[in-house]
């Protein structure tokens, strides 16, 4: 088992470019999310994925986007990149049984740059 | 809304010390607690969680954490702190469809 795998590791864009980061995990997990993360302000969710099919905002949606066409694959796109979007970006995933909470596995991050 | 708080942003221990890193959420409900820890340049691994039932739990690497709704607190606890410990702490709150509210981290220096 990869778990959960995240591509670049790393990425410098120009404001206005736009990226997709990757996110799959092989784990055959329900929910999917990303997270951002900044200093003193810990992760907050940017979008969430119940299923294939669904997807929802979570607190931090503006400037992403996200689509969820298969269980494994949960990529986040950046239509014009500013910034204030210079973060980490973490993908996430778990089981997703609607009665209580499961344990979140986490990738090993994307650093992005914004000049 | 759901809400953690981490009051100490750095906290530094001896070797051998123990610790505790304090967390104190906002939640109306009976609150589904975490904590994880992110080594550097890592993701985040689930240490422990608290749902229900014994407000002690223990979780991986010796770390413990109490629940005290009383005092809307779940700290942190390790009897003897090792240097492989230093990394960065976050306590986080269900919000609700496995949905986290994370805190914004405790980073952790163990010095010798």
């Known amino acids: 088992n990869a778990g959960v795998t995240q591509t670049p590791k790393f990425q410098v864009l120009k404001t206005g470019q736009s990226m997709t980061l990757q996110c799959a995990q092989d784990?055959?997990?329900?929910?999917m999310s990303w997270y951002r993360q900044d200093p003193g302000m810990g992760l907050r969710l940017i979008h969430y994925?119940?299923?294939?099919?669904?997807?929802d905002q979570g607190e931090v949606p503006n400037g992403y986007n996200v689509s969820r066409s298969t269980t494994e694959d949960f990529p986040l796109r950046l239509l014009s990149a500013a910034p204030s979007q210079t973060s980490v970006y973490f993908c996430?995933?778990?089981?997703?049984?609607?009665?209580?909470?499961?344990?979140?596995?986490f990738g090993p991050g994307t650093r992005l740059t914004v000049l | 809304a759901q809400s953690v708080t981490q009051p100490d942003i750095h906290i530094t221990v001896s070797e051998g010390a123990s610790l505790e890193l304090r967390c104190n959420y906002s939640?109306?409900?009976?609150?589904?607690l975490f904590w994880y820890v992110q080594s550097p340049g890592q993701g985040l691994q689930l240490l422990l969680k608290?749902?229900?039932?014994?407000?002690l739990v223990q979780g991986i690497k010796g770390f413990e954490a109490e629940f005290k709704r009383s005092q809307s607190s779940f700290n942190l606890r390790k009897p003897s702190v090792h240097w492989s410990d230093a990394a960065e702490y976050f306590c986080?709150?269900?919000?609700?469809?496995?949905?986290?509210?994370f805190g914004a981290g405790t980073i952790l220096r163990v010095k010798s």
């Open positions: 608290y749902f229900s039932g014994d407000t």
């Open positions: 939640y109306g409900a009976t609150p589904y």
């Open positions: 986080a709150v269900g919000a609700g469809g496995n949905k986290l509210v």
């Open positions: 784990m055959n997990h329900e929910y």
């Open positions: 994925s119940v299923g294939a099919g669904i997807t």
């Open positions: 996430a995933s778990s089981y997703s049984t609607g009665v209580s909470y499961n344990e979140q596995f």
